[in-house]
């Protein structure tokens, strides 16, 4: 609220010291319409910036909350679903950007649109066209593409099911 009342104060500020030194002509006129989205610009992207930053620290908790009861993680759109259980919290980030912020240790990438959390991994059977379906301890079954199989082949060896 205070930031919006300095933005106003000096958008204010613009506007009179614009008239004052170009008063008549379209010349002025035009350099104040100019300056004048210039600034609603400017303050458009602080506020963009402002939400980014507020979606990436709530992310940040929120992985860090929910990282131990998360089963597995993609993506709808311009958001990540978080599914815990038969729950699920959307956060407003991209795969990527949220998978480089988790324990690669406890998450793994197995398509460009899912993480899924290893400790959650019960079973891995793997399909006639390289791809796998990891079976989870709930929920159902997640297919894993051929992209991430080295990976997928990791968890799956050190599974109890396969020593």
């Given amino acids: ?4 009342k300095r933005w106003r104060r ?3 500020w613009h506007l009179v010291h614009h008239r004052r030194h170009h008063q008549g002509g379209s010349l ?11 600034s609603l610009l400017s303050i458009l992207l602080a ?3 402002l939400e980014t930053a507020f979606n990436w620290h709530r992310s940040l908790s ?11 993680i993609e993506s709808q759109g311009n958001y990540v679903a978080l599914h815990v259980g038969a729950e699920q919290h959307l956060v407003r980030d991209t795969v990527s950007r949220f998978a480089a912020r988790l324990d690669s240790r406890q998450f793994l990438r197995i398509h460009r649109s899912m993480i899924v959390a290893v400790d959650r991994v019960r079973a891995v059977e ?14 159902g ?6 992209s991430y199989a080295a990976a997928v ?3 799956a060896a050190q599974l109890p099911s396969n020593q």
């Fill in 1 to 4: 609220m205070q930031r919006e």
């Fill in 10 to 12: 000096h958008l204010a």
């Fill in 28 to 38: 002025g006129r035009r350099l104040l319409a100019t300056y004048i989205v210039a």
């Fill in 47 to 49: 506020a963009v910036f």
């Fill in 62 to 72: 929120l992985s860090h909350g929910l990282g131990q009861q998360v089963d597995w």
């Fill in 126 to 139: 793997p399909l006639t066209n390289s791809d796998t379906l990891l079976h989870l301890a709930r929920g």
């Fill in 141 to 146: 079954p997640l297919r894993a593409s051929r």
């Fill in 153 to 155: 082949k990791a968890v």
